[in-house]
């Protein structure tokens, strides 16, 4: 894709413009690189002074790609995803990605466009309350009722989009708004001032004390990462402090790539589908540091058996979810990277590990992740495995939510932090293949490799345009069991294998739907054909799509079922 | 717990649906909420009472609210000495014959005759909340025609009880 650089003719201050070109020109000072969205009635006007001062745009098949592809880019740049939708429909079609960017913390700015001020509340048109829809999904929210608080709004949208806890803000534009003409009266480049926002990044002194205290007292101590670690770029930090203090490490879905997948204290994801040695380690561990994670009930279980025998240490930029799901002993507000320096330069002893590490390890020989192989069927662990063999764990992976998104966290282990862009919180249907799109965009040299399933993948299966428009060269694996595994997974083990509306027993030819789009289409059928399909599709320039059909009635083991307890995992396999 | 929250917010359109949003999606139950100007140009204040199962529940509360960008400063001052005020009017039904009996029975509450008319009189009252449960019981015998509650508004006195040693010899 091509990237104009950023426009050179700055525009002086108070020389009239439109609300559009001061929409515009706010994006270029914000540094924006590109723009996903979708035009409409609404919109034109901004549409308009884009055609005339053109920010790189890509135009998704619908709003959900648009912005999932934003979050994509926005995870694997740590920068801010731009959106633009026009109103009502435009607007509404983009509230999944938006809670979904919530959820999972992740910048993004989105401007809807909004019918004129004057007919706002007769419902004209393409109306629809967007605020009020949005509201409780953003960070926060601005419906701009006049022309000249535009430039401020778009500064503190950007702020609070990408600072603190990072999270979505919509900006709605009533479309008379983005025609009025004013002078701009304030310096584009003045500070932002909002007295009711002011996060805290650096960490309480004393507090750093005790948690280093805490340290140095544990016997056995675990460190639980989340994407804290990631939004903050501490993981230089983190792995100073594994590797200093000798203390094993687990990591949330979203944290996964902090430290290196095969790092020698790495015990694995916790949780659900966590390994049993990382679910083991939180349920013995006499002191758990939980850096950027916020105790998900997907990576908690039953809250009452959680990490029974450990003191918390909670490191978290949000306040309010320190003791929010887990009681907390020394709870630290802070930025993660700020917080594991303070606590690096703390000087004390290192707690004497070895035998909590080794009994550890002896866990992980014992209770690995294990699947069956089938003499007949491919299965969806050998597909990911083979993957990463040929990718050599250096491809940015994407993924919807369910089986195949569980397997990836198993089975692909990462080498590189922000390679890793998953629907966590909300577990999006739709989400990896877009979001794909926008990590291409982001980072153009490397391999992208969005593993979706058959179900997910047709809900955002019309992005594929995008990949030969743009010539993104995006693989796209479909990990096609021919079912809603997750969901058939769950019916067979707690609803007595009543397989309710979960089959998809007509699938159309995705290899055709590739080229339907101009697209290189591979199908692998065989396991023996797999390796050499995978290996020529994965490592070609061009984008690609793969059906790679594996067995429908595989399992994501081992388990913790729901309001069970980390210690009680099911499906879990000694040697 | 009955909690009395004072949320000081920038004074914009929206922020109260902001405010209540966030409570009705942590399924808190809010008892009454009054809002108003403050001292300050630009800045509204909050008053809500709230009905809440714990500690933590109380405090996940106040740190929702923090998180708000449009909220300046959130107060949970149920513990601390406060002044709490509440006005209602209430439509009474008051024959002439009645009227003076039900006027003695309002003196003590320092209500106010606001507006009456051949069989009905309407009645001011300030207050605490409790106070003004307390009158509405009292003249519901005579028959209350129409009832409208302000919510209660509230801030912390001057001095506030400090928690002084013991100095009784007794004890």
């Known amino acids: 894709m091509e990237m104009t650089p950023k426009s050179q003719d700055e525009k002086q ?82 509230v999944t990605g938006i809670t979904d960017a919530m959820m999972d913390s992740l910048p993004l700015v989105v401007f809807t466009g909004q019918v004129a001020s004057t007919v706002i509340g007769t419902d004209a048109f393409q109306e629809a309350d967007i605020i009020g829809i949005t509201q409780p999904i953003t960070k926060h929210n601005y419906q701009v009722r006049d022309v000249a608080d535009l430039p401020r709004i ?121 390994t049993y040695t990382a679910n083991m380690a939180i349920s013995e561990c006499d002191l758990l540091i939980n850096v950027g994670a916020r105790f998900d009930d997907r990576l908690t279980g039953n809250l009452e058996s959680f990490a029974p025998h450990a003191k918390v240490i909670h490191i978290d930029i949000d306040p309010a979810e320190i003791g929010k799901n887990v009681p907390t002993e020394i709870p630290i507000v802070a930025d993660s990277k700020e917080a594991l320096q303070a606590l690096l330069n703390q000087e004390f002893n290192v707690p004497d590990t070895e035998e909590w590490l080794a009994y550890l390890r002896g866990m992980q020989e014992e209770a690995p992740l294990w699947y069956n192989i089938d003499e007949h069927e491919f299965l969806p662990q050998e597909a990911i495995q083979m993957i990463h063999r040929i990718t050599e764990g250096d491809a940015i992976v994407t993924t919807d939510v369910g089986q195949h998104q569980m397997w990836a966290a198993q089975y692909y282990s990462l080498n590189n932090p922000d390679f890793w862009v998953t629907s966590g919180g909300l577990g999006t249907m739709g989400f990896g293949f877009p979001a794909a799109i926008g990590a291409q965009i982001a980072k153009p040299d490397e391999r992208v490799v969005a593993i979706v399933g058959d179900g997910g993948f047709q809900m955002t299966a019309q992005e594929l345009s995008l990949l030969q428009e743009m010539r993104i060269p995006v693989k796209v694996v479909i990990l096609n069991n021919g ?49 050499q399909i995978f290996r020529e599709a994965l490592l070609s320039d061009e984008p690609v799509l793969i059906d790679c059909r594996v067995k429908m009635l595989e399992n994501v083991y081992p388990m913790v079922a729901p309001g069970k307890g980390l210690q009680e995992m099911i499906g879990v396999k000694s040697k | 717990m009955r909690r009395v929250i004072t ?30 100007h403050s ?22 509360l106040l740190k929702q609210l ?27 039904v008051s024959p002439p014959h009645a009227r003076s009996e039900i006027n003695s029975i309002i003196e003590p509450f320092r209500a106010t005759v606001i507006d009456s008319g051949k069989n009905v009189v309407t009645y001011q009252v300030t207050g605490a909340p ?7 019981d009292l003249v519901k015998p005579y028959g209350i025609k129409e009832l409208s509650r302000t919510g209660a508004t509230a801030f912390t006195r001057e001095i506030q009880k400090v928690n002084s040693p013991q100095l009784s010899i007794l004890k």
């Not at chain 1, 884009?50 to 135009?59: M, Q, W």
């Not at chain 1, 709605?172 to 996060?199: H, M």
């Not at chain 1, 809603?484 to 769950?490: A, H, S």
């Open chain 1, 13 to 94: 201050n108070n020389q009239p413009m439109d609300g559009s070109a001061v929409l515009i020109q706010g994006l270029k000072d914000q540094g924006v690189e590109v723009i996903f969205g979708y035009p409409g009635g609404a919109v034109l006007p901004i549409y308009d002074a884009l055609y005339k001062d053109p920010i790189p745009h890509v135009l998704a098949r619908h709003e959900q790609g648009a912005i999932h592809a934003a979050e994509g880019y926005a995870r694997v740049s740590g920068k801010p995803g731009v959106v633009i939708a026009t109103s009502g429909p435009g607007a509404t079609n983009l």
């Open chain 1, 483 to 531: 079912a809603l595994g997750m969901v058939r997974q769950w019916q067979e083990t707690f609803y007595d294998e009543r397989y309710s509306q979960s089959l998809i027993p007509v699938q159309p030819d995705f290899v055709k739907l590739a080229e339907a789009y101009d697209l290189k289409g591979y199908r692998i059928t065989k396991k023996e054909d797999a390796e």
């Open chain 2, 39 to 60: 001292e300050q140009p630009g800045m509204s204040k909050m008053t809500f009472i709230v009905h809440v199962e714990d500690e933590r529940k109380i405090e996940q």
């Open chain 2, 66 to 92: 923090q998180k708000q960008i449009d909220v300046i400063k959130v107060n949970d001052i149920t513990d601390k000495a406060i002044v709490m005020r509440e006005l209602a009017l209430v439509k009474v």
């Open chain 1, 154 to 274: 778009i500064k503190e949208a950007f702020h609070i989009a990408s600072t603190g806890r990072r999270g979505p803000v919509v900006v709605d534009i009533p479309k008379n708004v983005a025609t009025e003409i004013f002078v701009t009266k304030e310096e584009r480049t003045s500070e932002v001032n909002l007295p009711g926002y002011q996060p805290t990044t650096t960490p309480n002194y004393l507090q750093i004390q005790k948690a280093a205290e805490a340290i140095r007292f544990a016997r056995k101590p675990l460190i639980l990462a989340g994407a804290g670690v990631l939004h903050g770029q501490a993981m230089e930090e983190l792995k100073t402090l594994v590797e200093t203090k000798r203390i094993p490490i687990t990591n949330t879905l979203l944290g996964l790539g902090c430290i290196a997948g095969n790092h020698e204290l790495f015990l694995g994801m916790a949780g659900m589908h966590g």
């Open chain 2, 7 to 36: 949320v000081t917010v920038i004074n914009q359109s929206g922020v109260l649906n902001r405010v209540t949003g966030l409570l009705m999606k942590r399924q808190f139950n809010i008892e009454s909420i009054t809002v108003g």
């Open chain 2, 130 to 136: 409790e106070k003004i449960e307390a009158f509405i």
